[in-house]
């Protein structure tokens, strides 16, 4: 039996690689033979025309739209990364038993449950959010970077940083977010419409959540021009080139200006003066909920929703939630990693090697690092890593501490005055690491010399 697969998450990092090394190991387990493509940031281990040919299965461990006419006429199976990292056995077993699989054939599904290919509101949210994080990570660090000589310096290298990072690279945040959903919703069509969305919601100080909402309104809105409206053949060249841009554009920006950004500017203002406003017993709670959210699904849902908003905040001057966030988003994996240092006769041989990679994951902020081990183990280990987070994210918010920087871990801590109060910012990820440390050494079993070669023990 031979299968071939493709992992692919939104931001190409973390999950695609999990999701590939569960199937490889899994598929030898198994004694099945298996070539897996992983769609990163670049593509590797690419199946050739041949890989598909002698395959009798497809594996699609993916999250996001990929490419599919190469598969034309071969049985899929399609499901997300997070759950071939959980249970792959159980993915390559339906896979070989043609259950939940479909014959794809002219770009559509020839059986199985068409709605399912749908994405819903959250895949177009995330879609928007991988748009924008590169222009938030880039213009924060480069940002971040004209500080390094100073916050008032005139240095010819500190205005070229702030102006490619500050006035171009970050100021495209909200207007990309918004492009970017509208794009997951009615294609390149919505680019237009929801950028037009996105540079209103910044113009007029709707801010994040005014590009949110008015990406999701332009992408529905432009699906609905194009999808539903029908026109005679001879003109529909004609109506998609130029009615669908011009209505689309012209009843977003309206919608924009008299309708949507007026109640998200003042909601987004009221929230903006109450998280500035915070008194440290306010910042201590709200920054549990950062840590708790941070930690529960470790890159899920919960946790892209709690730092997709902080990011947002990013945009109106609020800088204190992003550094809870980090700090909450680093002690996951390094509190594995000292736990497997600490009480190594609670982890199997196979989680203290990886306990290694998790001190360069979770300084670089990379959550996902953690999986793993909640996987193995999700009742013990999740709270644990909940616990640290909470503690993590309390200091930090409650300590005052900002961030310039969205991303890059402990790394951007090298860089002169991005880090507010940068002593308390690295009390709260050692305390948030060594409780989470703590915490599995005190909640997870002891296990037994046979057990210890296994690969999960729960």
């Not at 998790?358 to 953690?370: D, F, K």
């Not at 987070?389 to 991303?407: C, D, K, M, R, Y």
Request: hydrophobic share 50%; glycine share 12%; charged share 15%.
């Amino acid at each position: 039996m031979k299968i071939v697969s493709i992992t692919a998450c939104p931001t190409g990092i973390a999950h695609t690689f999990m999701a590939a090394e569960s199937l490889e190991k899994t598929a030898k387990k198994l004694n099945y033979e298996i070539k897996v493509e992983t769609q990163g940031i670049k593509v590797e281990n690419e199946l050739t025309v041949e890989d598909i040919k002698d395959a009798d299965v497809v594996i699609l461990a993916v999250d996001k739209k990929v490419g599919m006419d190469r598969f034309k006429g071969k049985p899929v199976l399609k499901v997300s990364t997070k759950d071939t990292i959980k249970d792959p056995e159980k993915v390559i077993q339906q896979a070989i038993n043609g259950e939940g699989t479909f014959v794809y054939s002219n770009d559509k599904r020839e059986s199985g449950n068409k709605s399912s290919e749908k994405k819903g509101i959250y895949g177009h949210l995330m879609t928007g959010v991988n748009f924008m994080l590169p222009f938030v990570i880039a213009g924060g660090i480069l940002i971040a970077f004209s500080f390094a000589f100073g916050i008032y310096s005139e240095h010819p290298l500190a205005v070229a940083f702030s102006r490619i990072g500050g006035d171009l690279a970050f100021s495209m945040m909200v207007p990309v977010l918004a492009a970017g959903i509208a794009y997951s919703i009615a294609g390149k069509s919505g680019i237009a419409p929801g950028m037009i969305a996105g540079l209103l919601a910044d113009a007029d100080g709707s801010g994040f959540l005014g590009g949110l909402v008015g990406g999701l309104f332009a992408g529905y809105l432009t699906y609905y021009l194009i999808d539903k409206i029908k026109v005679h053949k001879s003109i529909e060249q004609l109506y998609n080139l130029i009615a669908v841009p011009v209505v689309s554009v012209m009843i977003t920006g309206f919608a924009m200006i008299y309708v949507i950004g007026i109640p998200i500017e003042f909601l987004l203002n009221t929230m903006t003066n109450f998280l500035n406003g915070l008194d440290t017993t306010s910042g201590v709670l709200f920054g549990l909920l950062i840590g708790i959210m941070m930690a529960a699904d470790m890159g899920g849902p919960i946790n892209k929703a709690i730092s997709t908003f902080s990011i947002g905040l990013m945009s109106t001057g609020v800088t204190a939630p992003i550094a809870a966030c980090m700090a909450a988003g680093m002690t996951p994996p390094l509190g594995l990693a000292l736990a497997t240092i600490l009480f190594k006769n609670k982890f199997t041989d196979e989680e203290r090697t990886a306990g290694k990679s998790c001190w360069v994951l979770g300084a670089s902020y990379i959550t996902e690092g953690a999986i793993p081990f909640a996987v193995s183990d999700p009742f013990r280990v999740i709270p644990s890593l909940m616990a640290g987070s909470a503690v993590a994210g309390a200091i930090s918010l409650g300590a005052g501490v900002t961030s310039l920087a969205p991303h890059g871990g402990i790394w951007v801590m090298f860089v002169p005055n991005v880090i507010g109060n940068l002593g308390m910012y690295i009390v709260a990820i050692a305390a948030g690491t060594i409780v989470t440390a703590a915490c599995l050494g005190l909640f997870k079993k002891t296990i037994t010399e046979e057990e210890r070669g296994n690969e999960y023990v729960v």
